[in-house]
């Protein structure tokens, strides 16, 4: 009988130290998948950083001006480019503008199609969290007045 009570015991400890074993290996389990989605996630977040190329537009016009602002994200380098057209008749002598907040720019010359192009290309910044600009353009005609127009210019989603 106590050779009977020792085998029971043994066995109920042999139960006892695999179900432990099993929640030991249960536990192990769940740690590898928690740091499995942790490198998951660190993985698709420095593509979404490294990778990706985010990009932004924003246009506006009026009746004597068209603005595009083109800006670009690729990793961590912001670049754009700004596309102004003259649509009216006279000759311009001096245009000086701001795009409220981030933009600012003077230019006295334009190519043969009335268009002036601005190119930053490395390095320049990258904003797109606004759904709109104001532009301010202050510019010198012919007759040497000053005029000014304000144009919002509208965050165009491609």
Not at 52 to 59: A, G, H, I
Not at 104 to 126: A, H, Q, T, V
């Amino acid at each position: 009988m106590k050779r009977l009570l020792k085998n029971i015991v043994a066995f109920l400890s042999f139960i006892n130290w695999s179900v432990n074993q099993h929640a030991h290996i249960k536990k192990a389990m769940k740690k590898n998948l928690i740091w499995s989605f942790i490198v998951l996630l660190l993985i698709v977040s420095m593509y979404e950083v490294i990778f990706r190329t985010r990009t932004v537009t924003y246009m506006g016009e009026d009746m004597n001006w068209f603005i595009e602002i083109n800006s670009k994200l690729v990793g961590l380098n912001g670049s754009y480019r700004i596309k102004v057209r003259y649509k009216g008749k006279e000759h311009i002598q001096d245009v000086d503008f701001k795009i409220n907040p981030y933009y600012e720019l003077r230019f006295s010359s334009f190519n043969k199609n009335n268009y002036y192009y601005w190119d930053c290309k490395d390095d320049c910044g990258y904003y797109d969290k606004n759904s709109k600009l104001r532009l301010f353009i202050f510019w010198v005609g012919n007759n040497s007045e000053e005029k000014m127009a304000i144009i919002d210019l509208k965050k165009i989603i491609k």
